[in-house]
C-alpha cells in the first residue's frame, strides 16, 4: 500500500493526513477484496525500515494503528473477518502486544475470510527469526524442508500469495515476502495508495484469471 506520503504532498496536505486516507482506503480494498470472494487479503501496513521515520511519524502511525484495534474490531466480528498480524514486535511496548494478541484472539473463528497485517515486517527480518526460531528448536539441519521453513515464518500454516500487487509505480518487492512470493504474480500500478479503487480490484482480478502459472515447470 504505497504512496500514501507522495499522495499527501500532491494535495498539499500534512503526511498524516495522507496515512489516514490510506487507511480508509485499506478499509475499503479489504471489504472489496472479501466481496469478491478472496480468502485472504495481506497488506503491509508497517515495515522494519518505517521505524527510521521520523519520531513524530512513527507516533503517530502506531497510535493509529492502536485505535484501529481498539475500535475497528467489531467490523472483523460484523463481516466475519479473522485477524492476523505479522512481524517482529520487539520494538512495541507490551501493553500494545498484549492488544493486538486480544484482537487476534478476538477474531481466531471468524471464517469468511482473513485479513494479514504487516506490522513491523520485512522479509529479511522474517527469514532471519525463522533461522533463530530453527536453533531454539534445535532443528537438525538435516532435517530441514521446505516444510518446515513455513511452519517457522510469520505466516505458517497461511497458503503463499497468489498475486502481490505494490500501487505508486515503484517496481520493487522492497523485501514483500521473499520466501512466500517465489512464484506469485506481481503486478505493479502506478496509482497512489489512496487513489486505488474498486474497478483496480476487478481489473487485477481479471488479470490474474488470464495468466498461466507454471512454477517452474
Request: proline residues 2%.
Amino acid at each position: 500500500m504505497d504512496g500514501n506520503r507522495r499522495w499527501a504532498r500532491q494535495h498539499g496536505v500534512t503526511s498524516v493526513l495522507g496515512h489516514q486516507a490510506g487507511y480508509k482506503k485499506l478499509k475499503q480494498a479489504a471489504n472489496w477484496c472479501f466481496d469478491e470472494g478472496i480468502k485472504i487479503l495481506t497488506v503491509w501496513a508497517f515495515s522494519t525500515e518505517n521505524w527510521n521515520r521520523s519520531r513524530y511519524e512513527v507516533r503517530y502511525l502506531m497510535n493509529m494503528i492502536k485505535h484501529g484495534i481498539r475500535n475497528d474490531i467489531g467490523e472483523f466480528h460484523e463481516k466475519n473477518i479473522r485477524l492476523n498480524l505479522i512481524g517482529n514486535f520487539s520494538k512495541f511496548s507490551k501493553k500494545m502486544v498484549h492488544e493486538l494478541q486480544e484482537a487476534m484472539e478476538s477474531t481466531k473463528n471468524n471464517s469468511r475470510g482473513i485479513l494479514n497485517v504487516g506490522l513491523s515486517y520485512g522479509g529479511r527480518m522474517e527469514i532471519m527469526d525463522a533461522m533463530k526460531e530453527a536453533i531454539r528448536q534445535k532443528i537438525d539441519p538435516a532435517k530441514i524442508t521446505e516444510k518446515v521453513v513455513n511452519k517457522l515464518l510469520y505466516t505458517k500454516d497461511i497458503p503463499d500469495p497468489d498475486m502481490i500487487i505494490r500501487t505508486s509505480g515503484e517496481k520493487r518487492l522492497s523485501g514483500f515476502m521473499p520466501w512466500q512470493g517465489a512464484y506469485s504474480e506481481l503486478m505493479f500500478i502506478k496509482k497512489l495508495w489512496p487513489d486505488f479503487n474498486q474497478s483496480d480490484i476487478k481489473a487485477i482480478i481479471e488479470e490474474y484469471n488470464v495468466r498461466q502459472r507454471r512454477f517452474g515447470q
